[in-house]
């Protein structure tokens, strides 16, 4: 038979653990609300239509692709790497360098073009960023980068698609 004292320390046990999860759906629930501002509404099932299952994983699911599975890792050409859901321009290749991480990187961002929180789901805060107009989420940014910013915006190459300078951008998704 378990003495007073155990069934005490378990009951408070769980009791930190009952807490931690809520208090973990209530991050989630509350940083989730702060992309309900994105200026384009589509649901979950529309996106599923409109993108491969990969795209659609990362984007809507926060999914991360596999590090070196992106043909977007080598590419060089000088151009504009937009969001994979809803066209809008995110990064131009000047801010593009290699990281050595596996994933496409960039030091700057486009103006307006993305949304940031907090991401606490690895028990260490990250920044997360998203696409400013659709939402979709595109990856990470720390302060390891190059100058002059000092960021690395660490993308998944499944979220963007590369539009050569010589192309034109294509329309915005409606």
């Avoid at 501002?37 to 996106?47: F, I, P, V």
């Avoid at 028990?123 to 910013?149: K, L, N, S, W």
């Amino acid at each position: 038979m378990k003495s007073t004292t155990t069934h005490t320390a378990e009951r408070r046990s769980i009791l930190k653990y009952l807490a931690a999860c809520v208090s973990s759906v209530a991050l989630v629930s509350s940083s989730t609300l702060s992309f309900a501002a994105a200026t384009l509404q589509k649901s979950r099932a529309e996106w599923r239509k409109l993108l491969p299952k990969e795209s659609y994983d990362v984007l809507f699911e926060e999914d991360t692709e596999a590090p070196g599975s992106s043909a977007l890792n080598t590419e060089k050409r000088k151009g504009t790497y937009i969001c994979a859901a809803c066209f809008l321009p995110l990064f131009d290749s000047a801010f593009k360098f290699d990281s050595g991480t596996g994933w496409p990187s960039f030091f700057d961002v486009l103006p307006g073009a993305i949304g940031k929180r907090d991401d606490t789901r690895l028990f260490i805060t990250r920044t997360e960023y998203h696409c400013a107009r659709c939402g979709g989420h595109q990856g990470h940014v720390f302060d390891d980068g190059p100058q002059p910013t000092g960021l690395r915006y660490c993308n998944n190459g499944v979220a963007l698609q590369f539009v050569p300078a010589e192309n034109e951008l294509p329309e915005l998704r409606s």
